[in-house]
């Protein structure tokens, strides 16, 4: 018989995996490989993100990372912008290849075919979208503008040009530019796809097939081949009798085990990795913390949950709890919290 995972054993494990019961002395880059990414739409987002899960993380840290081009700044599942490991890319490039095109035929084969001129477009140094698009004008303006911005899409996915370093330092804002990286050593595509499955189970699992379609932003046909070569796998039942796939021998800690509170950055992984995000997130909050327009608000987990919203404010933490708290749980909020602001100023 498939044994059956309470919610709150669900929750447990994936705290365990995202490194938010304990915060563990590993390497910036090791966890962002061992979140499988982490996302990065807001410059400051990943940094909290690793500050929430490694003692004493410094800023400095990442920043060098990404100079130096260990860590790079894409777009990759859900066609959303990641901070992973220059290896990690050519893994998941290899994997995401059959994502669904943004845009009509006609653009993305015209993308294609700009895949060589965008190499030597770069190759001089950064651009921004502006140039980029003046530059299509100038050699393409017979396309209306709405298939050069689609083109451009297809073109520097094709030709591994991506958001430039300094879009993913702290002191940055959300800005278009962008740059060339060294073409990536292509993984063959059943092997990438097993290999992001089994980092994604690493990083979220227990989950459903489902889960991963979401997470990964394709459809879950494309993983049938890679789940058969992983097997064999767990299987458990959640509460609902859906049926979620684990890695042999992953951890799953006991639902009494403490879970200390933590602040979560915009967007942070462990809100969007699921189809069924109620491990973390309770359904009565999530259009408070979702937007229509897909923006995910910073948030903080008490006993493993998100309990309310936070904000920087004339240099502190303000917080916003969706509900009453235990004095016990706003005193550690409050220290925590100015743990936070010391790490932000």
């Keep these: 018989m498939t044994p059956t995972l309470t919610l709150r054993e669900l929750n447990r494990a994936t705290l365990a995996r995202q490194l938010l019961l304990e915060r563990r002395r590993t390497p910036a880059t090791a966890v962002i490989e061992r979140l499988a990414g982490m996302q990065a739409q807001w410059p400051q987002a990943p940094y909290v993100g690793l500050w929430s899960r490694l003692p004493g993380f410094r800023r400095e840290t990442l920043e060098r990372a990404i100079r130096s081009g260990k860590v790079v700044k894409a777009t990759v599942m859900r066609g959303t912008l990641h901070l992973v490991t220059v290896r990690d890319y050519a893994l998941f490039f290899s994997a995401l290849q059959g994502l669904r095109p943004w845009g009509d035929p006609e653009s993305v084969e015209l993308g294609r075919k700009l895949v060589p001129a965008m190499r030597a477009l770069f190759a ?81 699992g ?83 913390v979702i937007a229509k327009n897909g923006d995910v608000a910073q948030t903080f987990l008490v006993d493993g949950v998100v309990a309310g919203r936070w904000r920087q404010e004339n240099g502190k933490v303000a917080l916003e709890p969706f509900a009453p708290l235990p004095r016990v749980v706003r005193r550690e909020l409050k220290d925590e919290g100015a743990r936070l602001a010391e790490f932000a100023c």
């Design 124 to 204: 001089d140094g950064p651009l921004t979208f502006q140039q980029v698009l003046d530059h299509l004008e100038r050699t393409h303006g017979t396309v209306d503008e709405l298939t050069r911005r689609r083109a451009w899409f297809a073109a520097r996915t094709g030709a591994h040009v991506l958001h430039a370093p300094d879009t993913a330092l702290w002191s940055s804002r959300p800005q278009a530019l962008f740059a060339a990286i060294d073409e990536p050593e292509v993984v063959e595509t059943r092997l990438a796809r097993a290999e992001l499955v089994r980092r994604y189970l690493g990083a979220f």
């Design 206 to 288: 227990p989950a459903s097939r489902a889960d991963l379609a979401d997470w990964s932003g394709m459809r879950v046909s494309d993983f049938a081949e890679a789940f058969e070569t992983l097997e064999p796998l767990r299987r458990f039942r959640d509460e609902n009798g859906r049926e979620l796939l684990d890695l042999p021998r992953a951890p799953l800690p006991a639902a009494d085990t403490p879970a200390p509170v933590r602040f979560l950055p915009k967007w942070d992984n462990v809100l969007l990795g699921f189809a069924d995000r109620t491990r973390i997130l309770p359904e009565e909050y999530r259009k408070t």
